[in-house]
């Protein structure tokens, strides 16, 4: 079970690391077009959003995962250690509760915009909105695993305020 979870995790991981380098590539690609050519593919631009929108939503959960996101620890560590453990637990939960809402919000935008298309590429729109649910159950599993306490950090060497 813990290597499927893994498993998911990293293709999850590598996919969202594919997403930013294609964008990258993409914007380059469109920036220097429009420059030395005076053209830009027609689709750039949709591609450009659509890479962007998969990108920003992964890396939130990614954030979650190696529990990066915003805390206030200077106002947190004036509290005893039991409080910092409760707070941790409703942070947990908020956090669950926040992929509960992307997986559902999700999945409704991307039913309602499976019939319309995008105007450049032709693929459905729901394939952006795609993104939301499959980072919401992301995040709802990093955000369960945290609850009780199972550290979801990949990256453990990496030095805070860089």
Known sequence: MIKIAKFIDNVFEKFALVS?????????????????????????????????????????AIGFRESIHLGIDSFTNLFPKMVNKMLDKVISVSIFA??????????????????????????????TYLAMPITGIMTCGYAILQFFN????????????L
């Not at 220097?32 to 949709?46: A, C, D, G, I, Q």
């Open 20 to 60: 930013l380098v294609a964008l990258v590539l993409v914007v380059t690609t469109q920036v220097m077009t429009r420059k030395l050519f005076n053209f830009v593919f027609f689709w750039s631009e949709e591609v450009t959003l659509l890479l962007l929108a998969w990108f920003a939503l992964m890396a939130i």
């Open 98 to 127: 926040f992929g509960l809402y992307l997986v559902i919000q999700g999945w409704d935008f991307t039913v309602l915009m499976f019939e319309s298309t995008l105007p450049a590429t032709k693929l459905p729109s729901s394939v």
């Open 150 to 161: 199972i550290d979801t950090s990949r990256y453990k060497d990496l030095e805070e305020g």
